[in-house]
């Protein structure tokens, strides 16, 4: 007999519980119920000596159901079922293969022994979703795997590998195949022995710790997850391992966990998990639309952006020809490509073999003729219309039929660049963002003609390279770049008004984003910048406009790029590449204001921050009014893996949506009475207001 989500069998005399929950064995309700049920029955079930319990599918349990969250709890919870396991007199193994994380690892960790597949990625990810491991799992893990360890894995929220966990005591031993065969073998020869004792009454592990530890580790991680919660919830949690009882210490773990789940952080980063993955999913395009198979891959220009992309392609395995106009060029290139692979070898992260393999599957040519084979090209030249058409004619002539045909433009109309090839149904856009093999938003745009196939074939293409991909439509910057020039233009009028270039950057900072926008500026590089606005300047889009990056201009001018020349808004020790502020900029915004009759005032943080997180939800709300993009979500998800925005905080438009949109819209309105020119109005948002209504 099987309940909806478990699946029971017994072989022999081992008693076999299968989890049936796809994709991921979530462990819902049913499947909590069904857990418990099985295992009572096979208890009852005096011919069974031992049990199993796996899961079907691509994973063993990968943790709680995250859609449950916030609701009601309906009993058994994931505790209770875990007791009962803990609690059976049989011996019971997990047997693990997939992604046995969260809730999932809590639940084998409540089980006598633990088997897996070499394949198998173990972890408990809960602080990435704001909470900490609700299940045990803080108070289980130390006593496994030691203090440190478990506060690695806890507050990293990364997985490790199945030999990680042998190493680390969290399980008794690995397979390469055969799974429920090896689980068996390995029970049976565990049925004569004295029942092994779970590992809620392990004590060797979290004797005599050191508090050191503890502090060391909350130093670390306060840096790093700067005003995060739940990392430090996650310390204090496992903390009580070695100052409490096990059962006081899941009291302490429940505590923390439920502070954790009611908070902002938490609500923010489950709406990014589920973002991520609905940003996937594309209206118009069907679930069995065919995709194209790209075994190969070409990358024209190998600048700051082409060597990264070539790495995207060889760390997945697909061979990739990197073309540049001349061999200088294609040797600079490579060879900034070979450090980067020696940097991470340098580190201990990539062995000597896996470099020679990577740097095997990228292959140099000056010779365009060399994409003829390639079932992607991606092409990342300079960004000038008249360049990328003349390059897209000749690929068009060259690159052979089916062929996704891609640009990395970052604010250019992929139509007329479409428009000088015979087959703008191939024509997309793949936006990557720099550096190129580390950032993980991959902005795919659709071109008038882009056809589905080409679309669908591009989404798979990134999550096959491990990139986060959000389709966006074609307008001037798409939807990253559209947003982040409004948020620049504001943070240059601020500077106009009286902020100072270091304040602004603070606030933005001490907000949680990885740096301010001037920061950034010198990090991408002001001509990059100079070279947008001049194509800007000669479309009129700044006709009328009083604030327009005048002192990135003037800095552009003085050839103080940003970091590459050691100045642009900062200044930058050669060797250290430590900032300093620069007063002549500050020098600067006041002379401009004053030239352009600006009367300057003192800006707090407060408007500072108000200012620029509301240049991008207004500029975002245009974007949806007008089509480019899906939904507000996508948008959270481009900033947060393309921008550095906090994760946390969910997102510009989920930040504003939790700080309340009738709210923004009255500061914004505000904002425009002065500065009418930096508000455009946005009639959707004000209908958002209107109706009461949030994004969806
Ligand atoms: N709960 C509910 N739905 C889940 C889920 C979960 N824990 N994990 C994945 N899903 C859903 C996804 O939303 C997606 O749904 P969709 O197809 O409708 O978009 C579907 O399952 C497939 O997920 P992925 O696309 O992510 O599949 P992958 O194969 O790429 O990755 C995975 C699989 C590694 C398991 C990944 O889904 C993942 O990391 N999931 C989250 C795991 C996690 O965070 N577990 C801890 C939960 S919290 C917890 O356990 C609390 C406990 O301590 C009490
Ligand atoms: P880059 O100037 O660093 O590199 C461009 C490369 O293209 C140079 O190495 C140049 O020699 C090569 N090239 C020029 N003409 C060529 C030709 N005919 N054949 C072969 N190679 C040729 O520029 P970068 O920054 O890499 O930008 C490339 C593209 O990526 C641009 O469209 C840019 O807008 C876009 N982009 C840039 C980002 C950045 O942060 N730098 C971020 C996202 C997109």
Known sequence: ??????????????????????????????????????LKLFLKNDNIKGIILCGEGRTFFAGADISE????????????????????????????????????LELAMGCNYRVALSSTKLGLPEVKLGIIPGAGGTQRLPRLAGVEKALSMITSGIPIDAKNALESGIIEEVFEDKLIENALNFIKSKLTLDIHPVASKLTEKVSNVKND???????????????????????????????????????????LFKVCHDSKESSSLIHMFFSERKALKIPDIPKDTQILPINSAAVIGCGTMGGGIAMNFANVGIPVTVIENSQDSLDKGMNIIEKNYSNTVSKGRMTQNEFKKRMSLISGSSKLESISNADVVVEAVFEEMNLKKEMFSKIDALAKENSILATNTSTLDIDQIAESTSRPQFVIGTHFFSPANVMKLLEIVRGKHTSKEVIASTMKLAKNIKKVPVLAGNCDGFIGNRMFH??????????????????????????????????????????????????????????????????ADQLFELGRYGQKTNRGFYIYDQQTREKKIDPEVDMMFEKVAKEKGISRRQIDDKEILSRLSWALLNTGCMILEEGYALRASDIDVTYAYGYGYPHWRGGPMKYAEDYGLEKVLEEIKNYRTKNPDMWPKCNYLEQLVKEKKNFN
């Open 213 to 255: 530890i503890f502090i060391n580790f909350s130093n670390k991680i306060e840096k790093k997850h700067r005003g995060r919660k739940s990392p430090l919830c996650a310390i204090e949690a496992i903390k009580a391992t070695t100052n409490l009882s096990f059962t006081d210490g899941l009291e302490k773990e429940r505590e």
């Open 486 to 551: 409004e948020y620049v233009r504001q943070a240059h009028a601020l500077a106009e008004e009286g902020a100072k270039v270091a304040d602004i950057d603070r606030v933005i900072y001490d907000f949680g984003w990885a740096m301010g926008p001037f920061a950034v500026n010198d990090l991408a590089g002001n001509d990059v910048g100079w070279r947008i606005r001049k194509r800007h300047k000669q479309e009129g889009k700044y006709d009328n406009l009083r604030y327009t990056s005048t002192v």
């Open 69 to 104: 969250f916030g609701k009601p709890m309906q009993s058994p919870n994931l505790n209770e079922v875990i007791l009962e396991y803990e609690n059976s007199n049989k011996p019971i193994v997990a047997a693990l293969h997939g992604s046995p994380l969260g809730g999932g």
């Open 1 to 38: 007999m099987d309940t909806q989500a478990i699946k029971y069998e017994i072989i022999e005399n081992i008693g076999i519980i299968t989890g049936v929950n796809p994709p991921v064995n979530a462990l819902s309700y049913n499947v909590r119920k069904g857990l418990v049920e099985a």
